[in-house]
C-alpha cells in the first residue's frame, strides 16, 4: 500500500470514528480528496485503489489533469472547490460533477445559462462567508438567505447544499455551527465543511461532505 493510500484510510477510518461518536453513518460522509497541485503520478495509487471522488481549485488544471482520465473512468465524480471566473463557466460546467462555490450572482446566473445550454447540470453547493473575511469568497451570513432562494426559485440551479472555509486563524466550530444553521432554515441538506486540520470536528457538526488534501497527499 502507498503512503497515499495508507493515509487515505487513516483519514477515512477517523471520519467513520467522529461519525459514530455523533451517532451518526460513517457512509453519510463523502470525503473528497483534494488532488490541486499534485500530477497524476501522486494521484494513481489511490485511482487504482478505486478512490473516485475528488477536488480541484482550478478549471484549467483540472482540465489537464482529469479530462483524458475521465473519458476511461466514467465514475469519477469531480468537484470544483476554487473561485469560479465566469469565463471559465462553460469548460466547468464540462468538466465537473459538483460546483462548490457559487458565490456571486452573475455566477449564478452563468451557471443557470449554460446549463440550460449544455443541458447539464451539476450539483452546486453556495459558498457561504462565515468568517465575513473581505479578500475571501463567498456570500457573507446575512445575504445568504435571498441570494439561496434567488438561486432556487429564480434561477433553478440545482442546489444540494452550503459549503465554507473558516478562517484560518479561528476556531472553527462556530463557523460550521453557522453554515449548518442557515442550511437548515432553506432545507438543504448537504454540508460542505472540514479540512485536513479540521475535519473531525466537521464531521461532529454535521458535515457531509469533507474536502481533505495534505493529509493524504501530503504538503503542496
Ligand atoms: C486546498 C483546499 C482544501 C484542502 O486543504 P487541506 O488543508 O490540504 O486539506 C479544502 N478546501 C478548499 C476550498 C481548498 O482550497
Redesign the pocket.
Known amino acids: 500500500m502507498s503512503g497515499a493510500e495508507a493515509r487515505l484510510q487513516q483519514v477515512r477510518a477517523a471520519i467513520a470514528a467522529a461519525a459514530r461518536e455523533v451517532r451518526r453513518r460513517p457512509e453519510d460522509v463523502t470525503l473528497v480528496v483534494?488532488s490541486?497541485t499534485h500530477g497524476i503520478d501522486a494521484l494513481r495509487p489511490l485511482l487504482d485503489a478505486g478512490w473516485r471522488e475528488f477536488g480541484e481549485?482550478r478549471v484549467q488544471e483540472a482540465e489537464t489533469k482529469w479530462s483524458a482520465l475521465k473519458a476511461g473512468h466514467p465514475d469519477l465524480r469531480l468537484h470544483m472547490?476554487?473561485p469560479l471566473q465566469t469565463n471559465k463557466i462553460r469548460d466547468a460546467v464540462a468538466l465537473f460533477d459538483v460546483i462548490e462555490t457559487v458565490d456571486r450572482p452573475k455566477l449564478a446566473r452563468g451557471l443557470a445559462d449554460e446549463m440550460a445550454r449544455s443541458g447539464r447540470r451539476p450539483e452546486c453547493y453556495i459558498q457561504i462567508n462565515t468568517g465575513e473575511e473581505e479578500q475571501k469568497a463567498g456570500i457573507f451570513p446575512e445575504a445568504a438567505d435571498s441570494f439561496i432562494e434567488t438561486c432556487r426559485n429564480d434561477l433553478g440551479l440545482p442546489i444540494v447544499g452550503l459549503m465554507c472555509?473558516p478562517p484560518a486563524d479561528e476556531e472553527p466550530s462556530p463557523h460550521f455551527a453557522l453554515l449548518r444553521e442557515i442550511a437548515g432554515r432553506h432545507g438543504l441538506s448537504r454540508l460542505s465543511m472540514g479540512?485536513?486540520?479540521d475535519f473531525e470536528v466537521a464531521v461532529r457538526l454535521g458535515a457531509t461532505t469533507v474536502?481533505?488534501?495534505?493529509?493524504i497527499l501530503g504538503g503542496r
Open positions: 483534494v490541486k481549485n472547490i476554487g472555509i479540512m485536513s486540520d474536502r481533505v488534501g495534505s493529509a
